[in-house]
């Protein structure tokens, strides 16, 4: 059976963000619904790191990596901005 494709996409780059670790859910969706669809809109992939936890201003975030092209990954950080930005007020 064929693997994965193993030629690198072009010019291949990777951020990090912090998000709430309460909003870990919501990104992901029911049965990873929301990040699937998140990774084929913007064609970027996304990581959670869930052993990866800071503390901003009192409130336990995880950090998030985020891969892909610089248009896929500004793509996913404004989907994701905007998804966790309705829910994310405490």
């Keep these: 059976g ?3 494709g193993a030629r690198a ?5 990777s951020d990090n963000i912090q998000i709430p670790s309460r909003s870990v859910g919501l990104l992901i969706g029911k049965g ?3 990040i699937k669809k998140l990774q084929a809109d913007s064609g970027a992939r ?5 052993d990866k936890e800071t503390t901003v201003n009192g409130i336990l975030h ?3 990596v985020l891969t892909g092209s ?8 404004t989907a994701i ?3 966790l930005g ?3 007020r405490s």
């Design 62 to 64: 995880t950090q998030v």
């Design 70 to 77: 610089d248009e896929a990954i500004d793509k996913v950080q």
């Design 86 to 88: 309705s829910n994310a």
């Design 9 to 13: 996409a072009p010019q291949e780059s």
């Design 32 to 34: 990873g619904a929301t």
């Design 46 to 50: 996304i990581a959670v790191k869930t």
């Design 81 to 83: 901005e905007a998804l």
């Design 2 to 4: 064929g693997g994965a």
